[in-house]
């Protein structure tokens, strides 16, 4: 099936709109739209002048910097004995509403909700905004050990 042009064509197909953004891109800034595809991932939308739509990475002067290498899939990071995410799973925590440090409910586009960010020690809340790629995941795994374990004891 064709990548669809219209936002007709895409909710037909069944994307399903999840927010609006800036693209985080240090050249770009853009306004995009998160969608979610019908396989369950995130993709970001560029409006363009003729009022059709295209995947960001098509316009973005920073695609390169977000694309990952397709040639050596990564592994999941694990946590411990507790449980294992993938990168795919971070990114679903990020734009999600549910905080995995205690079910409690956060806000999109963050790694947990209030609560538990404050309980982290602040060098790990300050590597919590680390480009994904570039050391948020290893942050975000941190924060889950150091909840988990304030949580057990």
């Known amino acids: 099936m064709p990548f669809p042009t219209t936002l007709d064509e895409m909710r037909d197909q069944g994307y399903v709109f999840q927010e609006g953004a800036t693209c985080q891109g240090h050249r770009?800034?853009?306004?995009?739209?998160?969608?979610?595809?019908?396989?369950?991932?995130?993709?970001?939308?560029?409006?363009?002048?003729?009022?059709?739509?295209?995947?960001?990475?098509?316009t973005c002067p920073d695609a390169a910097?977000?694309?990952?290498?397709?040639?050596?899939?990564?592994k999941p990071?694990?946590?411990g004995a507790t449980f294992t995410l993938t990168d795919q799973q971070m990114l679903d925590d990020l734009a999600g509403t549910k905080c995995r440090g205690c079910g409690g409910?956060?806000?999109?586009?963050?790694?947990?909700?209030?609560?538990?960010y404050f309980k982290l020690p602040k060098k790990m809340r300050n590597d919590l905004y680390k480009r994904f790629d570039s050391g948020y995941q290893e942050a975000y795994i941190e924060s889950l050990k150091f909840?988990?374990?304030r949580r057990v004891a």
């Not at 409910?105 to 538990?116: E, F, I, L, N, V």
């Open 28 to 58: 770009c800034q853009m306004d995009i739209e998160w969608w979610k595809t019908p396989n369950g991932k995130l993709i970001p939308i560029d409006y363009r002048s003729d009022g059709k739509i295209i995947p960001h990475w098509q």
């Open 65 to 74: 910097d977000f694309k990952k290498d397709k040639e050596e899939p990564k």
């Open 77 to 79: 990071i694990t946590t």
């Open 105 to 116: 409910t956060k806000g999109r586009r963050m790694s947990h909700c209030r609560a538990c």
């Open 147 to 149: 909840l988990n374990a």
